[in-house]
Nanobody, 129 residues
């Protein structure tokens, strides 16, 4: 079955850390852009971080720059991406979604949702003050 599955979301105190994981099944993430988005209640979905798996190039939203890091997993399968989130703030509370772009596609705006065609179901992150 072709899908993306996120994991790692939970409740945490402000200043804490979480690592989200997104595993692709049924296809390879090689040669693709992968990204994390988030959506808080009453707000639009926003791009958080993205990575080109081939080049390793990354993009980050200004709101999380310096606190979050996107990377390709280094496990044996290497078919997942992680989002390390440090110095979490209450405003980081949201459902976090993983997304992948089509193979080999040149993505002109790596943090725009319409560049991505496959989405996970999301994982809830709640940061309390």
């Amino acid at each position: 079955q072709v899908r993306l599955v996120e994991s790692g979301g939970r409740s945490v105190q402000a200043g804490g850390s979480l690592r989200l994981s997104c595993r692709a099944s049924g296809y390879t993430i090689d040669g693709r852009w992968m990204a994390w988005f988030r959506q808080a209640p009453g707000k639009e979905r926003e791009g958080v971080a993205s990575i080109n798996i081939s080049s390793g190039r990354t993009y980050y939203a200004d709101s999380i720059k310096g606190r979050f890091t996107i990377s390709q997993s280094q496990d044996s399968a290497k078919n997942s991406v992680n989002l390390q989130m440090d110095s979490l703030k209450p405003e980081d509370t949201a459902v976090y979604y993983c997304a992948s772009a089509p193979f080999g596609v040149v993505v002109s705006a790596p943090l725009l949702s319409n560049e991505y065609t496959r989405w996970g179901q999301g994982t809830q992150v709640t940061v309390s003050s």
